[in-house]
C-alpha cells in the first residue's frame, strides 16, 4: 500500500487509526505495516463497518481502536484494542479474504512461496511477475 493510501484511510477513520504527536513529528499509534495496494479496499471496508458498528453502540466514541495492521505469511492481521465479539468475527473475516486477494491487484488470489521464501498472496500475473529473478546492478 503506498503512502497516499495509507493516509487516505487515516484521514477517513482518525478516531480508529489515531495519530499521536511525537517529539520528531507525527507519529501513529498503530503499527501500519502494509505494503499491499491490493488490500487497501479490505481494510477500507473493514474500518467502515468498525466505525459503523461502534456508532451504533450510542456512543460518539470509538470503543474500538486498531492497535496494528500488518501483513504476515501472505495474510492480512489486524489487532485491536477494546473489539467486541462482532469485531472479532470482521477480523477473522478480513484475514481469512485477505488469503484469497492478491496483494498487489486485488484481484483472486492464492498463496505462493516466492524466491527467499517470502510467502504472498497472488493472482497467477503478480505471481510471475515477482517470481522473475532480478538483474543486480553494481
Not at 501500519?32 to 460518539?60: E, K, M, P, Y
Not at 492480512?76 to 473475516?93: K, P, S, T, V, W
Not at 484481484?107 to 532480478?134: M, N, W
Amino acid at each position: 500500500m503506498n503512502g497516499w493510501q495509507q493516509q487516505g484511510l487515516i484521514d477517513r477513520y482518525p478516531d480508529l487509526l489515531e495519530i499521536e504527536p511525537c517529539p520528531w513529528g507525527p507519529g501513529m499509534e498503530f503499527t501500519f505495516r502494509v505494503r499491499a495496494a491490493g488490500w487497501f479496499d479490505l481494510l477500507d471496508r473493514f474500518c467502515h463497518a468498525v466505525t459503523f458498528i461502534n456508532r451504533r453502540q450510542g456512543s460518539d466514541a470509538i470503543a474500538c481502536k486498531v492497535k496494528y495492521i500488518k501483513e504476515k505469511m501472505g495474510e492480512l492481521r489486524i489487532a485491536c484494542d477494546g473489539a467486541n465479539e462482532q469485531i472479532r468475527i470482521l477480523i477473522n473475516g478480513v484475514r481469512q479474504e485477505s488469503t484469497r486477494t492478491c496483494q498487489v491487484c486485488g484481484q483472486y488470489g492464492t498463496l505462493h512461496i516466492l524466491p527467499g521464501g517470502v510467502a504472498a498472496t497472488l493472482c497467477e500475473g503478480d505471481a510471475k511477475q515477482l517470481a522473475r529473478p532480478r538483474l543486480r546492478t553494481v
